[in-house]
């Protein structure tokens, strides 16, 4: 019997590492013509069976042009990644910035998966930032933060405002929306990069900060080389020796930890806690409650993304606390806000409305059977697959009951597509939301709720998401079937009731403020600071 399991565990151990080659060989080698025409041709057909507003945008006529343009103009072979480049180019015309092209990924075997995860890469822990035609470091952590507000002029020997131009000209937005382009360049300059150049373990970059010019290179390093100790922060009686027999806990003292435990499981889920790898000593939240002014009776709230963790708690404690307080100026940072779950943002706008309201509008889609598509899909794993299979029957019941047609359009209702009644302690004070083109999909539909309703006075930046809605709720990603090039298609048009007449752009402010270079070098949020001295003129 051990014989057999043995070598049962060979044979997966060699099947592995033949589909990681096969994968690997497939994704780096050059695809003849006729594969990237047929690639071509299957990734503009998936598009016409499952996106419900391909032509909002774009006439049928340009977007066929447009596609066959692409096809005659792929005469030599390529690569994945330089044909994912090609297709990206014309997909963004559709116009919906939930849309996707991204390019196929070297896989690893176990063996180096094992050693990556021993590593470090301080890379990952930049955030960058686009501004006056400028990339910089927004944010870092550790001995980098000297760093922050540096310009970084170069990635290897290739100017950083080059890399951004290319990148732009791939990412697809929300209708005519270009605040989105300039945001998420610099957000996620990083991703864009990785897809660009593929998997890498060092990079090269060259900053300037202030009249200096300099050169910072990051490697992937092993973990041990990354952790350094303070001598003189260590304590004396805090060293155990090898020795040393660890005291049985008390049943009292177990019961203790375990509620320790407990609590601090609740309170970080209620606050979205967000781990950084390899250093537990930061600690990020996506929600947030502070007070703010120059006597701290301004509420300020800044949710980072509208996922992550028990969200309810967070709202229902935040809105006891203002009303306790008698909170009369409460302001929603929703920059760099790009979108989650709507069940959370239905949520937190019954807190912001005293009138009994419906969130969104049922949603148009191309099939009865939304779910299913997006689980039941090529890209996915085929562990997912036979477990999709067999909920199948469940899910297919669950399309059915969500799913209506209604003069010859089928439509999906999701949970904040019904008429309901704000809470009890709904806040009744002024408020004050900031945007910005990063401010997409969730966010931008709860700015358009509040814009619509005239609940709030905007300040900041045209939002990156549609004012009109935007294609989303459900995704199905399907890879390609020669290049494995994976396209991000959304499945329902999610809107709320309120429009605009002119379709095509985001939710604008009422106070339209742009952050510069210079605002950033001398420590200033101009937002935040024009609110609160509006705030206190009234005062």
Known sequence: MKKVILAFCVLVVLVSCASVDKHNLQVTKSHPVEDLHEDVD??????????PRLYQFVSKETLDFKFDSLKRAIKVPMDSRAFYKQLAAVTKYVGQGHMSVSPPSVELNKAKRQQIRKTRFDINYIDTEYLDDKLIIADAVGQDTVLINAEILKIENESSQDLIETYKRLIASDGYNTTFHNRVVGNRFLR????????????????????????????????????????????????????EVKPKLTKAERKA???????KQKYNSKYGFVPTPHMP???????????????????LIKIKEFQNGNYEGFYDDTFAT?????????????????????????????YLTNENYTFINKSEINGRFPILKSVMTNSNPLA????????????????LISVSKK??????????????????LNFKGKLYVIINGNSFSASSILSTQLKGSQRAIFVG?????????????LFKIYELPNTKVQLRIGLAQVDSQYKTDIDGYGVKPDVEIIPTYQDRLDDIDPELEWILRAIESKN
């Open 42 to 51: 299957k990734a503009y057909t998936q598009l016409k069976r499952h996106h």
């Open 192 to 243: 864009y990069y990785a897809y660009d150049k593929g998997r890498f373990d060092s990079i090269t970059l060259t900053l300037r900060n202030a009249d200096s010019t300099f050169v910072k290179q990051y490697k992937r390093r092993p973990l041990k080389d990354s952790i350094q100790v303070k001598k003189d922060s260590i304590k004396r009686d805090s060293i155990k020796l090898v020795n």
């Open 257 to 263: 930890k375990k509620l320790e435990r407990k609590a």
């Open 281 to 299: 000593e930061v600690k990020n939240y996506t929600r947030n409650l502070t007070f703010v002014g120059r006597d701290s009776t301004v509420a």
């Open 322 to 350: 203002l009303d306790s307080l008698q909170t009369k100026n409460l302001i929603i940072d929703l920059r760099n806000n790009f979108g989650g779950r709507l069940n959370e943002i239905d949520y937190f706008y019954s």
């Open 384 to 399: 997912l697959k036979l477990v999709a299979g067999l909920m199948a029957p469940g899910l297919a019941v669950a399309d």
């Open 407 to 424: 003069d010859g359009q089928l439509y999906r209702r999701f949970k904040p597509a019904k008429e309901q009644e704000p809470k009890p």
């Open 461 to 473: 930046e045209e939002t990156g998401g549609a004012y009109n809605g935007t294609v989303a709720g």
